[in-house]
């Protein structure tokens, strides 16, 4: 085989193959010349027909500096990304199969086309690189690169794309009276941004979606969760506008304790929502964790609503302390069950199944069978099945790992 410098072009949208249906690689200055002019003829505007000519321009100055160089054109896949790499990657064998390439000569037309600069390197070693400048088209590509890459962030996208569009519906159906919905929707949305809870809620929003599509029953706690602030919301607002405002302070306090379960309750089925799924990732171990968690909001809501009886005066200034002494013991009692739920220093059925794993974190087998009266686990190896005591273990993450 012919030992070769390849002065290269890169089409990676494929344009060529779309417009004047040649396909890559296009070898030799002859039949590149005679595709850039059907390009060029199709399409006076094209790019990668002006491409094509600085690369023969190249070419003739590539071969007073070297002996043997030749000119090859790649093209891509219709759009850009992993088709069009591939694309690119077969022809390269191709091209391979014929030559033995020396180095390249890289010749692009902006941004897009300098992505294909890895899959060179990986075939052999980048000589030069000259990229073709049309007037203002590299500023707009790589405008146009750049903004493409952005808007790839779900964030940014939700923010340029998402609010505007919600803007839009929303002033198409309420029109004129539309003004002050658009401020309460940035205003929500800056709220939720600022304080970083819109992470929190699409988190929240994926759990759904993974357990219904894992047709877990986590799905009825998480539904639970996003829809409970709502009805707790409404009950204030229809409290606030059945009052007097005799005392604002009275009033606005009273409509708020109406929220108080509503807020438990949303923190608790998500939290037992989250107790579902663990059951399902064999990580029952953490059930005692959730139940100190639940637990724990169940006590602040009521040290909350004793505080807020005694500042309605509905109650006995006696009543917030007792309520705070009963939360405190009621945890301690919640702490002691909860260590049942621990298993990560016991023998139970629940470690049936689950992988086992050396000191390195390398996978070497799945318990099999669990002995209590010997407090051991046996696992099945390569080879045999082998037992280890409790002391040589312990379960972190839903995994066994073995003590060195």
């Given at each position: 085989?012919?030992?070769?410098?390849?002065?290269v072009c890169v089409d990676r949208d494929n344009d060529i193959g779309r417009k004047v249906n040649e396909?890559?690689?296009?070898?030799?200055?002859?039949?590149n010349l005679a595709v850039a002019q059907k390009l060029i003829l199709k399409d006076p505007t094209e790019s990668d027909a002006n491409t094509m000519f600085a690369a023969i321009n190249k070419l003739e100055e590539a071969r007073k500096e070297y002996k043997n160089v030749e000119?090859?054109?790649?093209?891509?896949?219709?759009?850009?990304?992993?088709?069009?790499?591939?694309?690119?990657?077969?022809?390269?064998?191709?091209?391979?199969?014929?030559?033995?390439?020396?180095?390249?000569?890289?010749?692009?037309?902006?941004?897009?086309d300098n992505q294909v600069i890895p899959l060179l390197q990986s075939r052999a070693k980048i000589i030069s690189t000259d990229q073709v400048i049309i007037k203002q088209a590299q500023a707009v590509e790589s405008t146009f690169y750049t903004l493409k890459e952005v808007l790839k962030d779900p964030g940014i996208a939700r923010l340029v794309l998402g609010i505007p569009g919600i803007i839009l519906i929303v002033y198409f159906i309420l029109g004129q009276y539309s003004f002050q919905a658009i401020a309460l929707i940035l205003g929500i949305y800056l709220l939720l941004k600022g304080f970083?809870?819109?992470?929190?809620?699409?988190?929240?929003?994926?759990?759904?979606t993974n357990s219904i599509f894992e047709q877990r029953i986590s799905v009825v706690m998480y539904v639970a969760a996003i829809l409970s602030p709502f009805f707790g919301i409404w009950l204030v607002y229809l409290q606030l506008m059945?009052?007097?405002?005799?005392?604002?302070?009275?009033?606005?306090?009273?409509?708020?304790?109406?929220?108080?379960?509503?807020?438990?309750?949303?923190?608790?089925?998500?939290?037992?929502?989250?107790?579902?799924?663990?059951?399902?990732?064999?990580?029952?171990?953490?059930?005692?964790t959730y139940l100190i968690q639940c637990v724990s909001i169940i006590s602040i809501w009521a040290i909350f609503d004793a505080g807020t009886l005694v500042f309605l005066r509905q109650a006995d200034l006696v009543?917030?302390?007792?309520?705070?002494?009963?939360?405190?013991?009621?945890?301690?009692?919640?702490?002691?069950?909860?260590?049942?739920?621990?298993?990560?220093?016991?023998?139970?059925?629940?470690?049936?199944?689950?992988?086992?794993?050396?000191?390195?974190?390398?996978?070497?087998?799945?318990?099999?069978?669990?002995?209590?009266?010997?407090q051991s686990i046996q696992y099945q190896g390569e080879k045999d099945i082998i037992e280890k005591k409790k002391k040589q273990f312990y379960l972190k993450n839903g995994r066994i790992y073995l003590i060195v």
């Open positions: 085989m012919q030992r070769k410098i390849f002065v396909d890559g690689p296009i070898i030799g200055r002859e039949r000119l090859v054109t790649l093209t891509g896949k219709g759009k850009t990304g992993l088709k069009s790499d591939k694309e690119i990657n077969k022809q390269l064998d191709t091209l391979q199969k014929k030559y033995l390439v020396d180095g390249w000569i890289l010749i692009t037309d902006g941004m897009e970083g809870i819109e992470e929190k809620i699409i988190n929240l929003i994926n759990m759904v059945s009052s007097e405002f005799i005392d604002i302070g009275i009033d606005l306090i009273s409509a708020l304790r109406l929220f108080y379960p509503f807020l438990a309750l949303t923190v608790i089925a998500f939290i037992v929502g989250r107790a579902i799924d663990c059951i399902y990732a064999k990580k029952a171990y953490k059930l005692g009543w917030f302390p007792a309520n705070i002494m009963g939360a405190f013991i009621i945890l301690l009692i919640t702490m002691k069950i909860a260590n049942v739920f621990d298993i990560r220093e016991k023998i139970t059925n629940s470690l049936l199944g689950l992988n086992v794993l050396d000191d390195e974190g390398n996978y070497i087998g799945k318990v099999v069978e669990i002995n209590k009266k010997k």
